[in-house]
């Protein structure tokens, strides 16, 4: 009899925070693509929104076939020890929504930090997750984002 290829909790740390990220950079790629004037800025959110679907649909298939919650208990103490990373906060986006004349440079300043903060969950996956597609995964997801960080950072570059 065939067993699937062992998970662990750092698999699982992976997937939820992924999908909490996934949750929070959403209406941030939303607003960008909506109100950037760069068209490469716009082009980029909308690659975002398209791979975080792709993504979270392969992290929730991954969780629920483990029988593991979609996201931690914060109680729990799970996502001890991974690191303090800055979350979007609903004030960041408040700022976006309302910016007029900066919009893009700050669409652009979220993502950096946003991006940067999924680099980092990707790696802790490939650093220490058993479950050999999840590590392949955030192999995919760090290169897509470094990727991505590179264009946003030629974006900031004074032209």
């Known amino acids: 009899m065939s067993?699937?290829?062992?998970?662990?909790?750092t698999d699982v740390m992976f997937l939820q925070?992924?999908?909490?990220q996934i949750d929070e950079g959403e209406p941030l790629a939303t607003l960008t693509e909506e109100?950037?004037?760069?068209?490469?800025?716009?082009?980029?959110?909308?690659?975002?929104?398209?791979?975080?679907r792709e993504e979270s649909g392969t992290m929730e298939r991954w969780l629920l076939g483990w029988q593991q919650p979609l996201k931690a208990d914060p109680s729990a103490g799970i996502h001890e020890g991974h690191g303090d990373l800055?979350?979007?906060?609903?004030?960041?986006?408040?700022?976006?929504?309302?910016?007029?004349?900066?919009?893009?440079?700050?669409?652009?300043?979220?993502?950096?930090?946003?991006?940067?903060?999924?680099v980092e969950t990707a790696r802790m996956e490939t650093a220490g997750g058993a479950y050999p597609p999840a590590r392949t995964m955030g192999e995919t997801v760090t290169a897509r984002r470094q990727s991505q960080i590179q264009a946003l950072l030629r974006m900031a570059a004074p032209g």
């Open 3 to 9: 067993t699937a290829p062992a998970f662990n909790n």
């Open 35 to 52: 109100r950037a004037t760069d068209p490469a800025l716009r082009t980029l959110a909308t690659e975002l929104r398209t791979q975080w």
């Open 17 to 20: 925070m992924a999908l909490t």
């Open 86 to 118: 800055h979350s979007l906060r609903d004030a960041d986006i408040a700022e976006l929504r309302n910016s007029r004349t900066a919009f893009d440079r700050t669409a652009v300043t979220l993502l950096l930090g946003h991006l940067g903060n999924c």
